[in-house]
């Protein structure tokens, strides 16, 4: 899995340029599910048919977004210097120096103009791309106003952990993968989405979820990890903890019955769980919970620090976690579980 996971997350996919990103999940699933289609948004959708597709089956949509955070290109000035504005949530003040890459290939590093007084500093409009070219002709050669820059970082393991920019969510992505694998057979139709554009409000999974019109909704998404040495231990998930189960965030109360299911087969196979409760941010999950008339709707989450950086930080322990948590999830008849 460690080598799925660094195909995944050294691939280029800024929101609403995910082509590259989909067509490697493609390979990826090549011959594991029944169906695949891209649907307008460029949300990729794999279906696993129930085995015995005679009945009318369950259908759970389980979501993980491919999409990163990154930055898109507002101006070229003379100089050949980029001015760019956010895609998704950028923290101004971990992005110095970093490295981006355009859909291109064309590598660039972030910098900021010197600051006359404190509050200038770490200001969008303050920061540059510098793409080595050295006129507004050369720059443009490369690069158009519009085209959007990711990090560029390589995925490095560290033992059990592991860093890499985009772990939001490929790492996602990759456990759906997994999954997707090792499930043989189940009695449940599942539609496996790589969503698009999750970062910029989940658009990808709100049409998705109208599409695909699911009996019961899963994401798999990062949360935080609160165990760095800032972090006052005021809210429950930690790196290595096992796999989050969400009780809330800022767009989700976890749907009861689902967040009970998920608690319960965990301990009954005892896979190592903790909850999640974060107070910033949400996931997909928020999004399909709302379409149509409501849909039961629960979310694993793996604990991720440094979140929208370059360098964000997961544990094996937790993605091993949220592998079998949410096979095991899927290998139950969800229909008698009362969904
Ligand atoms: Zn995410």
Redesign the pocket.
Known sequence: MKDLIKRLTETYGPSGNEDLIREQIKKEIKGLASEVKTDVLGNLIAVKKAKNSKLKALKVMVAA?MDEIGFIVTHIDKQGFLRVSNIGGIYLHNVLAQRVIFANGTVGTINEERAETPSEAKRMDKLYIDIGASTKREAEAKVAVGDVAGFHRCCTFLGNRAIAKSM??RI?CAIMIEVMKKLKSSSNEIYFVFTTQ??VGLRGATTAAFGVSPDLGIAV??TGAFDTPDEKPKLPSVLGGGAAIKVKDAGLLAHPAVKKLMIETARANKIPYQLDILEGGT?DGAAIYKTKSGIPTGVISVPTRYAHSASEMVDMVDVKASVDLLVKLLSLNLQQKGF
């Open positions: 977004h939001d969510d996602g999750e970062e998404d990062i996931t």
